[in-house]
Structures are given as structure tokens and as C-alpha cells.
């Protein structure tokens, strides 16, 4: 009391200088820490701003592909020869003969061995399976003439799309002058164009860029997520309920407790080594399996449930429980039928979080060995296969230019799924959540 009478003149209205400097200085103090508040969210965004405007300028071109117009004939003798109409027989056809027929009727001036195979390498070399699968479909196309798009090489794909430069010397890209003069040829015909690259969202992982696709991967994370919920909810939420209402408070639930927040930052890779170590090795579980890579997950995902869990029951207010009790509900119809109704919108927020950090984890799936090559889309969780964050990481690891864009894509992809999980968990939030 004393320094503030010193500080002002209780006999004016006006304040002393001294109290003016000093209020000057804290009102410069709280500007400039509003300033570096300010500094730090535009340097945050800024950060994602050009993360994200990497990813999409990358991943953007990768939805598109590269095709080339050709007359196609569909000769009996190739595909079926004995005319039995048999789709055995009709599937094994030889109709990568038959893509390099209408390439070479394109350009009957290319003759000699190395020259065809030059011109032959300007297509993919699944354009049997797409021959094929057309047949398969349709197989009335047998014996006639058709204009098909044949899927291009990724090189080419890569040329076109601007990502292979034409003005560097031919031992310096993957495309030689004479294929550049032959695409350059098509396209003043109108015979090389991009279209929506479907297969990209309907196949599985490929060595061919041109040919890879996220389908299998997508079904792999999504056994993959369904085995981790079903683990870790109904676990996550009654080890929730019991350490909240009905474990006693002694030194062994404190143990507990202690240990599941320590478990919440253990590295994921840990969780990766313990599924290994006892899922693969000592039950012998079948490796590459989303069951396996669900187990690990639900492990790593089971103590931000149960945290979530248990603050979302903490947040019922006291007097709800007594209300309870007083009318002569037992402590088992006050948690059912009470407490856990108006936690549960916290408990769905917990999980639905959980379940996204466990979506984008690459770590432990590598223990387990879900970063095989996996072609075939799974069946089942049994079956083996890759999850979408493994199989990022697999193109990434590709020395092809074109697994460049696939990975950018993918990573497009998947934090699509991870905004559109945390989207869904604020919604429910706002739109259940009760304040007291």
C-alpha cells in the first residue's frame, strides 16, 4: 500500500508518472506477446500452407494417365483359337501380341528387332490385362476391329505431363529421340491424350507405376481399422468405467494409471517389436495379416481410449450420480443408465482420434510385416496385405519418377481420411457435448 501511494497522488485525479511508465511498459509487454502469438500461427500455417501446395502440385497429375489410340484387332487365332467360346481358354490368350500388332500398324515403317522394341516400350505392359479384360467383358468384340485406348509407359506418361524435359540430351531421361518423334507423331494425330485414371482407385500395388493403384492398400486399412475397433472400444471403455467408478483408490489402481499414461507415449516401433515378438512368434499368427497389424494397433491405441475415456466420465457432474442414488438406483444403473449415456459423446470423440493416430502409423505394421508386395486385394483379415501409410512408404522407396506423384496421391488420400476422422469428432463434440 505504501509503494502505490507513493506511485499515485491520492489527492488528484490525474496518476503519477511513475505509474504511467509502468503501465506504459505492461500494455508494450502484452502487445508484443500478442505479436509473437500472431508471428507463430502465420509461421505455423505457413508451414502447412507449403506442405499441402507440395503435395497437391506432386499428387495432382497422378489421377490422370497417358493413353494411345490404336486400331485393335481382336484375332480369333490369338485369343481363341478352337472357337469353343471356353473363358479359360479366352483368358489366356496371347493379347499382348495383339497391342503390339496395332502399334506396329501404326508406324509400318519401323522395322528390325531393337526399333519394334523401342515402339513397343512406348505402351505399358499391362495393356494385355486391359485387352483382356475387355474381351472378358465383352466377348463378342472377338474377330472385329476396335479403337482402344492402350494405357502408355510411365515414361511417356511422365513426358507428356511435363515431368521429364525434352531439352535435356537423350542420355539424360529414360526416353529416347526416336520414341519422343513417335509420341510426337501420334499426338499431331490426336492419338495420345490424358483421361481420369480409374485404376489408380482399383487395383492394387504394382512394379509398374503406370499400373499401381491404392484399392489394395484402402482394403487393408480398413480390416485393418475394423479389427483395432472392435479391440479397443469395448476394452478401452469398461477399463474406463472400472478405474473410474469402481476400482478402489489404492497404490496398485495408482500403479495402473501411472503405467497407462506412460504407455500412451511409448514409440509406436515398441508396439511393432511386442507384436512381433508375441503375436508372430509365439502364437504364430499369420504375418502380413491385418488381424496382426489390428492387435498392434488396439495396443497402441487402447491408453488414449481409456484416458479420453475416463476425462470424458470426470466431466459428469457429482450431482448427477447422487440424483441417482437418492431415487434408489444401484451404482451399476447410475454408471448404465446415467453416467455413461452423457459420457459417451467424450468416449465416441477419444476413439474416433485414436483411431486416426492409428490410421496414419507406419511403424508397427513394418515389425509385423505388412510392408510386403502385395498384388491381390484381400479378402479378409486373415488375408495378407499392406495398409495405406506402408504403402506410402513403399513408393517412396521407388526409384521411378512416376512412383513420385502415386506417393503424393496417396498421401492426398489419406489425410482426406484423417481431416474427414478429426472433422467427424469435433461435429460430435459440438453437437453432444452438455455444459453444466
Not at 508471428?39 to 497417358?66: D, H, N, P, Y
Not at 511435363?162 to 539424360?172: A, F, K, L, N, T
Not at 484399392?215 to 475397433?229: N, P
Request: negative net charge.
Amino acid at each position: 500500500m505504501a509503494d502505490i501511494a507513493r506511485d499515485m497522488d491520492i489527492s488528484s485525479p490525474g496518476r503519477s508518472e511513475s505509474y504511467e511508465l509502468r503501465l506504459k511498459r505492461r500494455n508494450a509487454t502484452e502487445r508484443r506477446f500478442r505479436m509473437y502469438g500472431v508471428i507463430a500461427i502465420t509461421l505455423a500455417i505457413s508451414a502447412l500452407a507449403v506442405l499441402l501446395i507440395t503435395i497437391v502440385s506432386k499428387g495432382s497429375s497422378a489421377f490422370t494417365q497417358a493413353h494411345i489410340l490404336a486400331e485393335v484387332f481382336f484375332d480369333p487365332a490369338e485369343i481363341d483359337p478352337d472357337g469353343t467360346g471356353d473363358m479359360k481358354v479366352i483368358a489366356k490368350g496371347n493379347y499382348a501380341l495383339l497391342a503390339k500388332r496395332s502399334l506396329y500398324d501404326l508406324f509400318p515403317e519401323v522395322e528390325g528387332r531393337r526399333d519394334k522394341r523401342a515402339l513397343t516400350r512406348i505402351m505399358s505392359s499391362g495393356t494385355d490385362l486391359q485387352l483382356r479384360d475387355m474381351v472378358l467383358d465383352d466377348p463378342s468384340l472377338i474377330g472385329t476391329t476396335q479403337p482402344v485406348w492402350l494405357l502408355a509407359s510411365d515414361d511417356v506418361d511422365m513426358l507428356w505431363k511435363g515431368h521429364i524435359s525434352r531439352d535435356v540430351p537423350e542420355s539424360d531421361r529414360p526416353i529416347s529421340d526416336q520414341q519422343v518423334a513417335w509420341l510426337d507423331q501420334l499426338a499431331e494425330q490426336g492419338q495420345v491424350d490424358r483421361f481420369f485414371s480409374t485404376r489408380f482407385f482399383s487395383s492394387g500395388d504394382s512394379r509398374e507405376p503406370e499400373l499401381a493403384g491404392i484399392w489394395g492398400a484402402v482394403v487393408g486399412s480398413f480390416w485393418t481399422m475394423m479389427v483395432c475397433l472392435l479391440l479397443t472400444v469395448p476394452v478401452g471403455v469398461m477399463s474406463a468405467i472400472y478405474l473410474e467408478e469402481f476400482a478402489p483408490k489404492n497404490r496398485w489402481t495408482d500403479l495402473v494409471e501411472v503405467n497407462i499414461n506412460n504407455l500412451a507415449a511409448v514409440p509406436s516401433i515398441v508396439f511393432g517389436l511386442l507384436g512381433l515378438a508375441v503375436f508372430l512368434n509365439f502364437f504364430g499368427f499369420p504375418r502380413s495379416a491385418p488381424l496382426v497389424g489390428g492387435m498392434v494397433l488396439a495396443l497402441m491405441t487402447l491408453p488414449t481410449i481409456i484416458i479420453a475415456g475416463r476425462a470424458a466420465i470426470k466431466a459428469v457432474p457429482p450431482s448427477i450420480r447422487e440424483a441417482a442414488l437418492g431415487v434408489g438406483a444401484s451404482k451399476m444403473q447410475v454408471v448404465l443408465h446415467h453416467v455413461l449415456p452423457l459420457a459417451m459423446p467424450g468416449m465416441m470423440t477419444g476413439t474416433i482420434i485414436g483411431m486416426a493416430q492409428a490410421l496414419g502409423e507406419t511403424a508397427p505394421l513394418l515389425m509385423i510385416g505388412m510392408v510386403a508386395f502385395i498384388v491381390d486385394i484381400p479378402g479378409g483379415p486373415l488375408d495378407a496385405a499392406t495398409a495405406l501409410p506402408v504403402q506410402i512408404y513403399i513408393w517412396a522407396d521407388s526409384p521411378e519418377r512416376a512412383f513420385v506423384e502415386k506417393t503424393s496421391a496417396a498421401i492426398m488420400i489419406l489425410l482426406g481420411f484423417l481431416i474427414t476422422m478429426n472433422a467427424v469428432a469435433v461435429f460430435l463434440r459440438k453437437r453432444f457435448e452438455r455444459r453444466w
